[in-house]
């Protein structure tokens, strides 16, 4: 860290005169954005590997090997390996940072080499999907997640909220059901459930009925955005908890730089439906600063997948590792959405979490509740 940018305050607007040639690579990158906030960093060519942006300015050796991964990287995504192909697996990457199909399985009836390579691409691409689904019971879709996790119930660890939309006798499965005169979508950027100290790590959610048009649901990659911050914005969050909550009833704080239990990399953990303010900050400073890291979250295409639906979909996603937004433009056509919650069944690794470089782990904590978070799940 040796560039200008560790003597700029990174909360000010960039100044977009600098001079031609005290511009750094990365900011002809982001010139041409609306927002030119100096926390944009490194949304460059090369944003969703782990690349210094700064060396590949000034390196071409650097930069050379840098493409040379890159393209390994996106031809295992392309072709199949030999892992995968063992499996009966099939891949198409929806993009390069995030996403990819997963075709060649029944969610029926799941080989164990299978549900290992699920996993692995699970992890690494943040979110998997799978086509032509929808022959499976509700006892399958269940009995597939289990393959993973525990089930939680369809708010995670809260029964009593799920309630009304869970069929009787199936807890575990939510129903988000959209039609003309009950119109419904999760139209804005969250991952689920974080105003709980708990937060379920991931869910499996199955179109039985897809519209004609719209309705599509968008990921972005919190990992691709924490590594793209600035680093001296990075320093000052790092360690920081934010409060998130839903209506001032139950609430949590989380750390908002959030390691990820299982491949130890670090994502930004906030979300404008949940996180209502940053610990530690006067709250218009706060108030301000969410807002600049929102500008910056949702305006980054780069960092994004869309899914198109069709019946018999199922999109499985990693709570922990991207955030997802369903697109509200679908009416007046039905759409009809069956999911089930993953959640972790170790307490340690559910809470979330910031891992500093001695290992130590650094937790949030509970600060209200109006439900019963820690319900024991009787069935799991
Ligand atoms: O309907 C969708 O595509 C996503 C809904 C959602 O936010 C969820 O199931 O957590
Ligand atoms: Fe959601």
Not at 208 to 213: E, N, Q
Not at 288 to 315: I, N
Request: charged share 25%; aromatic share 10%.
């Amino acid at each position: 860290m040796s560039s200008k940018e560790d003597k700029v305050d990174p909360f000010q607007p960039r100044d977009m005169n600098t001079p031609r040639d005290q511009r750094s690579r990365t900011d002809g990158w982001v010139g041409g954005r609306a927002d030119t906030w100096f926390g944009h960093y490194r949304e460059n060519p090369a944003s969703r590997s782990a690349s210094d942006s700064r060396r590949m300015a000034n390196d071409q050796d650097y930069a050379r090997e840098v493409a040379k991964n890159l393209r390994q990287e996106d031809d295992a995504l392309v072709n199949s390996d030999e892992a995968l192909l063992a499996a009966g697996l099939t891949v198409a990457p929806v993009s390069p940072g995030i996403g990819i199909e997963i075709h060649g399985i029944d969610m029926a009836k799941p080989t164990d080499a299978q549900i290992e390579q699920v996993w692995r691409l699970y992890l690494a691409r943040k979110v998997v999907f799978f086509r032509d689904q929808g022959h499976i019971t509700w006892d399958e879709h269940i009995a597939f997640g289990k393959r993973f996790a525990d089930i939680g119930y369809a708010f995670g660890r809260q029964r009593a909220l799920g309630k009304n939309n869970s069929p009787t006798d199936y807890p575990e499965i939510l129903r988000l059901y959209s039609d003309e005169g009950q119109p419904f979508a999760a139209a804005n950027w969250h991952s689920d459930v974080t105003w709980s100290n708990r937060p379920p790590l991931g869910s499996i959610l199955l179109a039985r009925k897809a519209p004609p048009v719209g309705g599509d649901t968008v990921f972005v990659d919190c990992y691709a955005l924490w590594d793209s911050l600035n680093p001296v914005l990075r320093e000052f969050l790092q360690g920081r908890m934010a409060v998130h909550g839903r209506g001032g009833r139950d609430e949590a704080a989380h750390p908002i730089c959030r390691t990820h239990p299982e491949t130890g990399r670090n994502a930004l953990y906030i979300n404008p439906t949940f996180t209502n303010s940053i610990c530690d900050m006067e709250p218009e400073a706060s108030a301000r600063l969410l807002a600049k890291l929102y500008a910056k979250m949702y305006s980054t295409p780069e960092h994004t997948c869309r899914f198109r639906w069709q019946d018999g979909s199922v999109a499985m996603w990693d709570n922990r590792s991207c955030q997802h937004y369903a697109v509200a433009d679908f009416w007046p056509h039905e759409r009809r959405m069956e999911r089930v919650t993953l959640v972790d069944p170790t307490e340690d690794d559910e809470i979330p979490f910031w891992q500093d470089e001695n290992g130590e782990r650094h937790y949030g904590k509970r600060l209200a509740t109006q439900e019963s978070i820690d319900t024991p799940l009787s069935y799991a």
